[in-house]
């Protein structure tokens, strides 16, 4: 059964830094290509960055030079290192396999002082 769990996201202040981590289960991560979308309040869920099975990664134009995706394949579990974060990053992230329609629960990431 295929499960996608994500943690790491909370509060921080502008400027500041977070990691997200996805855990997978059910199959084998990097044979997928993976993505990290989000969702702020009254807003369509957004595309982040994308990882392939060939560790090609792709960003959104907003997070370039900011946000890092990257995977551990001996922990099956990808990441979202995201620094110099802006209020305007707020909003609930998720870890997705779009290939089968797979998504996490979503973990709230609040960008604030």
């Known amino acids: 059964q295929v499960q996608l769990v994500e943690s790491g996201g909370g509060l921080v202040q502008p400027g500041g830094s977070l990691r997200l981590s996805c855990a997978a289960s059910?199959?084998?991560?990097?044979?997928?290509?993976m993505s990290w979308y989000r969702q702020a309040p009254g807003k369509e869920r957004e595309l982040v960055a994308t990882i392939t099975p060939y560790t090609i990664t792709n960003y959104a134009d907003s997070v370039k030079g900011r946000f890092t995706i990257s995977r551990d394949n001996a922990k099956n579990t990808m990441y979202l290192q995201m620094n110099s974060l802006k209020p305007e990053d707020t909003a609930v992230y998720y870890c997705?396999?779009?290939?089968?329609?797979?998504w996490g629960q979503g973990t709230q990431v609040t960008v604030s002082s």
């Open positions: 997705v396999r779009l290939r089968g329609g797979y």
């Open positions: 059910g199959f084998t991560l990097s044979n997928y290509a």
